[in-house]
């Protein structure tokens, strides 16, 4: 009998931590004795995981070693966390680029690497237009950072509709991974009959699934385990990767398929301290030959295993809420377990942005329209100016869409203009809802790329949004009193620089 495969996905991210004017990742006393969460993750959890530590093992005549798990894992990595490791930790983004490469070969073909959207939004909950922009940017991103496209995309928060795996299709993403709670109801292919699950018919994740999309798209999804993916993000399964392993052959090791889970990625190191070894020790044993499966990643599994079933999912729905992708935009009793409080901030928080949103798109249409030929696809192709930022290569990108060499004040202006739509989409990064207050770093964060995005639209615009803006989001009132305008302004006040606002 064939060995069932093994797939483990780490979903790595973290939000942008950035000034929005300054470009550089301030201090966060939180995040001591590092200078910040992006440093602090990278030493416990992104590094290790390019190098991890293998005791010496007497029985196989083993000495202690190192073992690149990017390498042997299927894994994401959100873009503006990879930018940060590209600017701060080259090593890390080297590693994890070799990591991928290495997977293609070891894979036939297929590497370990996937996409993930650009700014961690909840993609369900987002204009058609952003929705798009979020996947193309994401899919670029990728393609520059490690030299092909991927095969896959993770949704951020596992959130999913029909038009958002529509985006995918369009776009040639042949797969993704969702909860398997997702999943609403299943037939084979070409039976008429549905069976709908619940909880006592749950869906068999041991084999890729169908959805078929309007105007004969089409896109494959993997639904991981859900017990398995929970023992290991909140169990101490880690902690003795021999006995992981074990209990895996025991539960899984007789039965074909594949056999896989996904999770954080700070989970192997970070949320569990030296998970990165318990990991590594797994993954070196299946690759020695030495267990009951063999490793796969999701490309490969699905080239050598197409889906002889089809699914329909719920709408809008996600891997960490309950109740869709209310965490998102209500009060809807998911927390991050920070603190007890309301959450009756979340709704009019999302309105404000929305507002915002809406305000600034007239302002880049008019403005780039008479700058660019095409505004709008201008931003999608922007990306590529985003990975690899020099004077040369906006210069490039602004002559051809502009179809003529533009003056040095127009360049300028269609630079502020795409970067005022660049921070509009960063102040969706899903962790401002995630947490429990409106004063947490997260959402300070979002406020803080909305207040730059007010800047860039210009001078002669920002007492007007700024009015509108703060307006609304006066509404949202956090758990120590404050009220979203009162947040504003200390935002403002604590990290924009005293130099020109559109510099």
Known sequence: MRKPALCIHGHFYQPPRENPWTGRVEAQP???PA???NERITEECYRPNSAARLLPHAERNLG?????????????????LLAYLAREQRDVHEALVAGDRDAVRRFSGHGAAIAQSYSHSILPLASARDRRTEVVWGLRDFELRFGRRSEGLWLPECAADTPTLEELADEGVRF???SPRQAR???????????MLDGDKTIDTRVPYLVR????????????DGPLAHSVAFGRTLCDGAAFLAALEREHGHLPGLVHFATDGE??????????????WLLESVERGESAFDL???????????????????????WSCAHGVERWRSACGCSGGRRQGNQSWRTPLREALDLLRDLLAPIYERECGELLEDPWGARDRFAEVLVRRTPRIENIFLDREAGRVLAEPDKLRALQLLDMQRHALLMYASCAWFFDDLSDIEPLQTVAHAARAIELAGVREVPRLERLFTNALSHAVGNDGATGDVVYERVVAAHRPATDANN
């Open 176 to 178: 993704t991974i969702l």
């Open 30 to 32: 939180s995040a001591a």
């Open 213 to 224: 999309l309007g105007a004969g798209r089409q896109i494959a999804v993997f639904f991981y």
């Open 185 to 195: 109801r299943i037939r084979r292919i070409g039976s008429e009959n549905w069976t």
């Open 64 to 80: 202690e070693r190192e073992f690149m798990n990017y390498a042997h894992m299927s894994f994401d990595f959100g873009p503006t």
């Open 267 to 280: 989970t192997y190191g970070h949320h569990q301290r030296l998970g990165e070894m318990g990991l590594a």
């Open 35 to 37: 200078h910040d969460w």
């Open 296 to 318: 796969t990643v999701y490309g490969r599994h699905l080239e050598k295993q197409p889906p002889i079933h089809e699914v329909e999912i719920f709408e809008k729905s996600s």
